[in-house]
């Protein structure tokens, strides 16, 4: 057996998670203009909606250790039936106000099965000695990938939200019914020093939180705006936006699964410096695009920057962090990289409606660039 299939094998029941969360933001980022046009917001009021997501995600992040403690080998397929759900909001999303609702639906749902998923994944790679984040995360983005493609095509057929979300429903309650492990679930077992009280090193967590913070922000944004940059920006045809986020999910999976032995040959550290580099490229890239192929080009570049930045980022902060910790740790370092992932295209959405979206671009470059000394800061950090 491969080391790859070997690899998804021990990680199947958290993969199956995080493709089904990713297929979901796939088909949203392809079905951005009709979601938007559907409320009637603005640059501005669109990017403010999202930020229910952020609320309802945050709280999960903050829930998340006692959530999965509690419900121990049910957390996933309990919590993805929530997810399930929470999806269809958006169909009933009128106003503003309504996708504001929806968003915090699905930020709440959505983060407690992320988390849940990436706690799993770094308990999974203590008990099998494997390094299983970055295979993980790629089933994330294959899933984003052939969703956004798909989204993108049925809307140009002339299909609407009304018939892609409850579609793609019944594949995510599939996905996540997948995940119950039932006897094959244990948990790494605390070793004898790991059983008196410790303070969480709240230096290391917040470092982490940041790398996470600026790549989610980068993943994102560009995930939720590259279809309206291409089609207003760009001028393509509707429908075509969604080549856009396509590019970003199926270029991500693809070079998280080279990461897999590209992370065991460069080391962690290196292995996050060198993708910060190729992503900062990436959104100059596209900040200066002057047609779709070139920023087609440039969301390639991010992509292949950011593909394991994040799930790279788990395993180096498991590594400094002890195992009795490692749930709390986590949990608070997602906390605080959520906001990016929630805030940041609400933040692009205000940089646009007072400029536009190529300055949000290169704004993005910015924070995206700032990786490369936190992970230098990061990768001197030990083990308390």
């Excluded at 309504?98 to 999974?124: Q, W």
């Excluded at 890239?285 to 390639?300: E, F, H, M, P, Y």
């Excluded at 490692?326 to 990016?340: D, E, I, P, T």
Aim: net charge positive.
């Amino acid at each position: 057996m491969s080391s790859m299939s070997q690899s998804l094998r021990h990680a199947r029941a958290p993969a199956a998670c995080l493709a089904a969360l990713g297929a979901y933001w796939g088909v949203f980022a392809a079905l951005v203009p009709d979601i938007k046009l559907q409320a009637g917001a603005s640059d501005a009021e669109f990017g403010v909606a999202l930020l229910g997501s952020a609320c309802g995600g945050m709280i999960s992040m903050a829930l998340a250790p006692k959530v999965s403690q509690k419900l121990g080998s049910k957390v996933l397929p309990v919590v993805g039936i929530f997810a399930v759900l929470a999806m269809l909001t958006p169909l009933f999303a009128q106003s503003v106000g309504l996708l504001f609702l929806a968003m915090l639906c699905i930020g709440a749902s959505f983060a407690m099965l992320d988390i849940s998923a990436n706690i799993r994944i770094s308990n999974l790679e203590e008990l099998s000695g494997m390094h299983l984040q970055n295979v993980s995360h790629a089933m994330y983005s294959a899933g984003f990938g052939v969703a956004a493609l798909s989204g993108g095509l049925l809307r140009k057929a002339g299909f609407g939200p009304d018939v892609i979300l409850p579609s793609l429903a019944v594949l995510v309650a599939f996905l996540v019914a997948s995940s119950y492990e039932g006897r094959g679930w244990r948990v790494p077992t605390a070793d004898e020093e790991d059983t008196h009280s410790a303070r969480l090193p709240w230096g290391t967590v917040l470092i982490a939180g940041f790398i996470f913070f600026a790549a989610f922000t980068g993943e994102n944004s560009t995930e939720s705006w590259s279809a309206l940059f291409i089609e207003r920006e760009l001028g393509a045809p509707a429908g075509e936006g969604g080549f856009g986020p396509a590019m970003l999910g199926l270029v991500m999976a693809l070079g998280r699964l080279a990461g897999q032995s590209a992370t065991a040959r460069l080391g962690l550290g290196r292995m996050i410096l060198i993708s910060a580099a190729f992503a900062t490229l990436g959104l100059v890239l596209v900040a200066s695009a002057q047609g779709q192929t070139a920023a087609l080009i440039g969301i390639a570049v991010i992509a292949a920057g950011l593909a394991v930045v994040v799930p790279t980022g788990n395993s180096l902060l498991g590594q400094c962090v002890r195992r009795d910790l490692r749930a709390r740790a986590m949990s608070r370092a997602w906390m605080v990289g959520f906001l990016g992932f929630f805030v940041g295209p609400s933040s692009m959405g205000m940089i646009a409606q007072v400029s536009s979206l190529r300055v949000s671009f290169g704004v993005l470059a910015v924070l995206v660039a700032m990786i490369i000394p936190a992970t230098l800061a990061l990768s001197r950090r030990t083990r308390p």
